[in-house]
Each structure stands twice: as C-alpha cells, then as structure tokens.
C-alpha cells in the first residue's frame, strides 16, 4: 500500500473520485438533471481545494489563484445560459469568451510587453479551447447513443488524462494531480451516465473544461516549459474521440456502451505518441 499512501497525487485523486461518486448517485437517486450537470466543475472546485489546500482570495493574485475563480465564473455563466434557455449562438460565444477569459486573465502580467511566441500560442490556445468547449457542449446536448453526457465526460476526461503527462515535463506537478483527479472523477460521472443516459446543461461544459483550460494556459503561458508539439496533440483528443465512433459498424453505434468506450479509447489514444514524444524530447522528470 505505500504505492498509495506515499503518491503525491493520492489525496486529489481520491477526493474527486470520492464526489463524482456522491454527486452521480445523488443525481441518479433524485433524478436531478441540474447536478448531474452540476457535478463536473464542483468536481474541478474540491479537486482544486485538495491541491491547493485553499480557496483562493478574491481579487485572486497569481495564476494558480486565477484558475479558481475562472472556473467558478464559467460555472455561474452555464448557470445562467441553461436558466434563460440559450440556444446554439450564445453557446458557442459563452464558449469563446471563457476561452478568452481563462488564456488573458492567466497572462495578463506578461500583457505589458507582450512577445511574437506569447501572441501566437495564446491566440492558438483561444481559438483551440473555443473550439473544444463548443464541441463538447453540442456532444452534451446531442441524442444518445452518440451524443449525451457520457460522451462529453468521457471526451473532458480524457484530455485532463493526456495534458497531464505535458504539464508534468513543463515543470507543474500540481497541474498533473488536479488533471489526473479530475480525470478520475470526470470518468466516474461519465459512467454513470452511460449506465442512466441524459443530456447535461451547458454548465457543465463550461464550468469543467473552463477550469481546465485555465489550467493549460497557466502551464503554457506562464510557466513556459510546455512542449508545443505535444499541446498539438492533446488539442487532437476531443476530435478523435468522436472518429471512434465512425470506425464501429453501423449495427453497433446503437449500443451506448460501445459509443462510451469507443469514445473513450480514440480521445485518449494521442496519449502514448505524446509520452514517447516527451521522454525523447525533454530530460525524465520523475528521474530528477
């Protein structure tokens, strides 16, 4: 057991499998759309206390603080849009504009005298999360079997899971716990839902890939270390997850099971090419 009570990574890694498994069975018990769609960002929120070991002052100051209080503000604006009913368009700016926030918030101290490398990979990272959140909402809102909350979970997981190994070699090791908690926790929801299929609200979307994406900027753009190439193909992961689907025969893309873990196994398969990419690119951090 000292492989467990000596991980680092263990008490995040346990808190959110913890509350994903509470939240889902909560939702399930009382048949509650509202924290099933809840349940992702409180699940980025306790895994993010459990790392840090506080919730963050408000103005926050530092990046690691802001990161806080983008996904709380992210959570509150899927509130509202699911409240008012929003349909596509304002979904998809609501999409852009939590990107925008989550990338200029966590750089805006380098905004005074900004460089060409910092204009470029943060327009990249914004264009990407916008792209990235849009997709996962319209997946949530899809018709089941290949569409439906299962899938976006399962889509969120797996690109917390694959940005863990970069943000571990960009010199961020409670990046790589919160990741891999809440992939964790993010993968117990998502089965859940394949096993009580439903739609989920945009704030879940919003609130969990907002926090996540506050993370990958904070790696990126402030602490610098981040190989690039492997960022490339981390943003691969919620495109190739729906590929999946397509390789399956037509007779069996009617089994929300199989859509689950084809889903699953195309998001998380850039994650040896970005392993291999790294220890053959970049010095072994754990060797350290």
Not at 21 to 34: T, W
Not at 87 to 95: F, K, M, Y
Not at 114 to 131: C, K, R, Y
Not at 200 to 205: H, Q, S
Request: charged share 10%; aromatic share 8%.
């Amino acid at each position: 057991m000292e492989w467990l009570t000596d991980n680092p990574f263990a008490p995040v890694l346990l808190a959110c499998a913890l509350s994903a498994v509470v939240l889902s069975l909560v939702a399930f018990l009382i048949k509650s759309d509202f924290v099933a769609s809840a349940a992702p960002p409180a699940i980025f929120l306790i895994g993010y206390y459990e790392t840090y070991q506080k919730a963050p002052p408000f103005p926050p100051v530092g990046s690691t603080n802001k990161i806080f209080y983008i996904a709380l503000f992210a959570t509150v604006g899927g509130f509202v849009l699911d409240r008012i009913a929003a349909g596509p368009l304002p979904r998809a700016a609501a999409s852009f504009v939590v990107s925008l926030l989550a990338a200029v918030w966590i750089a805006f101290a380098r905004l005074d005298s900004p460089d060409a490398e910092l204009i470029v990979t943060g327009s990249s990272l914004i264009l990407l999360g916008a792209l990235v959140l849009w997709r996962v909402d319209m997946i949530a809102r899809a018709v089941e079997p290949e569409g439906g909350g299962a899938v976006a979970l399962a889509l969120l997981a797996a690109l917390a899971a694959i940005f863990a190994p970069v943000a571990l070699f960009g010199g961020s090791s409670t990046s790589v716990g919160l990741c891999l908690g809440f992939s964790a926790g993010l993968a117990i929801c998502s089965l859940s839902l394949m096993l009580a299929p439903r739609s989920l609200g945009t704030i879940a979307v919003l609130g969990a890939g907002g926090g996540l994406l506050a993370v990958i900027a904070t790696v990126v753009l402030i602490t610098g270390e981040a190989d690039l190439i492997a960022l490339a193909l981390v943003a691969l992961s919620p495109l190739l997850g729906p590929f999946g689907v397509m390789l399956l025969p037509r007779t069996l893309r009617g089994s929300s099971a199989l859509v689950w873990v084809a889903t699953g196994i195309a998001a998380l398969s850039p994650l040896p090419v970005i392993a291999t990419l790294l220890f053959l690119r970049h010095e072994n951090p754990l060797g350290q």
